[in-house]
């Protein structure tokens, strides 16, 4: 590995900012928003690393506070991957201990006074963190879960990307082309020819992953491209916009009852 390519992993895992960026940032707005990425450590089938999906969620993160004027923190690097137990590597935490962490998280930034967070999220299994959110209403911390499903589909239809949602789920083209743009250097050899479908999984959670795919993909990785994943994360990024007004904003807007429809 390169240099550069070192560097390059290095910096889009871990924030480089000083205290002093932070206190500038902060007193140029009007609310400071926290944005922490969450991904996982499980396998990714044989041309994708363990930290797949924390390199996703750091690479949505990362874009996002480019655009915005966001205090980025490092990664949760392993969270709920029980479905992926059968392969070697794979690391686990509670659902529990996850929910735990992130609230302590979120406690510690309010008294820093950030009391504003959103949590990328790189893991579909990571599902206790749509209950963080939801108890955080009321608690004095404003948060948020991006990327959302509806954001998920305009960066697929803007990339272009092939692959239905429902069989696009691990290891397929999106995530390869994600890191195709994003670690180049981290992507082997072997995603060309390592479509598998699987996409009735009806009982994946009672059965694991392991009854459905033996490499671990389920997914198009040879449709993958790093152009796709440079859209995709365009599209997030932009998506992110709506998200920005909503927890800064100082009063949250009502619902359009029309919307509801």
């Known amino acids: 590995m390169s240099s550069s390519g070192t560097h390059s992993t290095v910096s889009g895992l871990l924030p480089v900012d000083t205290t002093e960026d932070v ?41 996002v506070a480019a655009a ?30 996850l929910h735990a962490v992130i609230r302590d998280i979120a406690d510690s930034l309010r008294r820093s006074g950030v009391d504003t ?46 692959t239905s949602l429902l069989s696009d789920m691990h290891a397929g083209e999106i995530e390869t082309s994600i890191l195709l743009h994003a670690h180049p250097e981290l992507v082997r050899p072997g995603y060309e020819t390592s479509d598998f479908l699987a996409d009735d999984r009806r009982h994946l959670l009672t059965l694991g992953m392991s009854a459905y795919t033996e490499s671990g993909v389920i ?20 998506a992110f916009g709506a998200y920005f ?16 429809h």
């Open 23 to 63: 206190r500038e940032r902060g007193s140029g707005v009007a609310r400071e928003v926290a944005v922490l990425p969450v991904g996982s450590f499980e396998q990714h089938g044989p041309f994708l690393p363990l930290a797949t999906d924390t390199l996703v969620a750091c690479a949505i993160a990362r874009e």
């Open 68 to 97: 915005y004027p966001v205090h980025l923190l490092p990664p949760v690097t392993i969270s709920c991957s029980h479905e992926h137990a059968a392969w070697p590597g794979t690391v686990s935490i509670s659902s529990v201990t």
């Open 117 to 162: 967070l959103v949590l990328v999220n790189g893991h579909g299994g990571n599902y206790v963190l749509g209950n963080v959110v939801q108890e955080s209403v009321g608690s004095g911390t404003r948060m948020a879960l991006f990327p959302g499903m509806e954001d998920w589909d305009g960066a697929r239809d803007r990339a272009g990307v092939q």
């Open 219 to 238: 997914g198009r990785p040879s449709m993958a491209s790093a152009e796709k994943g440079k859209e995709i994360l365009a599209g997030l990024t932009e």
């Open 245 to 260: 007004s909503l927890v800064t904003a100082k009063t949250p807007p009502s619902v359009d009852p029309d919307s509801r």
